[in-house]
């Protein structure tokens, strides 16, 4: 089966949802994503295998040279596949075709191999205020 990875790929709020849930393992919500998406990102990446949902990626910026990645989400089944991987190469290059020249991403420690590893980010000093 071929998984396609599409930037700014139309996506519905039930399927996002579904995803998001499984992936972070919370509740199904009821979050506008459609809204959110086309108010405050650059773009967004889906992965899709035979029409389904099976990963996403946010990409924030602030407008200029920052491009930021939020909510990345693969389907436990498609995990360790190189999917994730995949989802932020894609969206790095659709960062980069719109002018951006860093890509964040802040995570859980447990994601170190993943964005160090299998997707090329660099340790760098950072800051955080609990709001």
């Known amino acids: 089966m071929t998984i396609t990875y599409l930037w700014r790929e139309d996506v519905d709020n039930d399927s996002l949802n579904a995803l998001h849930a499984e992936a972070f393992g919370h509740p199904v919500e009821r979050t506008d994503w459609r809204t959110q998406l086309e108010r405050h ?3 967004w990446v889906c ?4 029409g389904s949902l099976i990963g996403f ?8 040279a920052h ?3 939020l909510d990345t989400a693969v389907a436990r089944h498609h995990r360790s596949r190189g999917v994730g991987a995949r989802l932020v190469a894609v ?7 719109a002018g951006c020249e860093w890509l964040h991403v802040d995570f859980e420690d447990h994601l170190r191999p993943f964005y160090f590893d299998a997707c090329g980010f660099k340790e760098t000093t950072a800051g955080l ?3």
């Open 91 to 97: 969206a790095a290059e659709g960062a980069r075709a």
């Open 67 to 69: 491009a930021f990645l």
């Open 47 to 50: 992965a899709r295998e035979d």
């Open 57 to 64: 990626v946010n990409v924030a910026w602030d407008g200029g």
């Open 41 to 43: 990102s650059l773009g």
């Open 129 to 131: 205020v609990a709001l």
